[in-house]
């Protein structure tokens, strides 16, 4: 039957620089990762270690040389605790300085990510939860130097830590690929699925070697057209030599409030065109605000219970 493709994994939004920070301690993430336990989840990948100056681990390297805040409490530790805790996989994300969203220009950070790098794994590094690495910057077609920059990050991030997986989650430069300070929700102008076919065969050619999971956004792009793309998706991984998955978006891209909870039933056509398309497995962006009980969001709460009670008696868990 066509269920859909289970969440299985989940990035963690610590910093929240474009959505509602909700000022939880150790008690509420720890709630929150029994929560995503009971609902299937297995993988946790910290979204970005920073962006700008707020940190989500005091770095040495950062707050001297980045004029970085100093964080009150160490996530990055806390993280990889509750992921032993709960048996799940971490996945560390990259240094975001917010530069390349100005400039367009990616290679501006490839310097201090080779720091942090270093850093992150000479701290971390023993912890057996420690699974592998994502790095947070989002490339899609028009990022000037996002080949070279990606391929010099994702090959790094192997060396320094005995060839751990390295994961990207890029966007489709689809009709709905708008910034989210942008007060429309499409744009006029929207990638064709043979250009998407072809310029991402080129950029998957570049990054072979350094890159091993692919999970491209699936928000960009109309739920009646996201299959096909998923299906080129999953070839282009699969040609050289990467793994497919996807990223499910848990927030909704359609309404100009930007962003709230996903309503169910979309989120299920995402889930169900995913598992049509063999995609190995699911990430969503992003279980703690968008699908979590204890969510700042209402919303959330429903959709973590429409979820469980979908596929069955024996994920469901009890109300909060």
Known sequence: MDKGLRISATFLDEISH???????????????????????????????????????????????????????????????????KYGMDFYFGTYDSGEYWKTGDMTHEIEVNLRVIEEIFKMYGHHKSFKGWYISLELSRKTKGAIAAIAQLGKHCKAVSNDLPVLISPWIDGKKAVMSSEGITTKNHAISLKEHAHEWDEIFRGIKGAVDIVAFQDGHVDYDELEEYLVVNKKLADTYGMQSWTNIESFDRDMPIKFLPIKFEKLLLKMQAAQRAGCKKAITFEFSHFMSPQSSYLQAGHLYNRYMEYFGDSLKTNKT
């Open 18 to 84: 474009d959505i509602p920070h909700q000022n939880w301690g150790r008690k509420e993430w720890d709630a929150d990762f029994q929560h995503m336990k009971q609902m299937g989840i297995n993988t946790v990948v910290l979204i970005r270690c920073g962006f700008q100056k707020f940190l989500a681990y005091p770095s040495p390297y950062l707050i001297e040389n980045r004029a970085c805040f100093t964080p009150p409490v160490d996530l990055v530790q806390q993280f990889l605790e509750l992921s032993e």
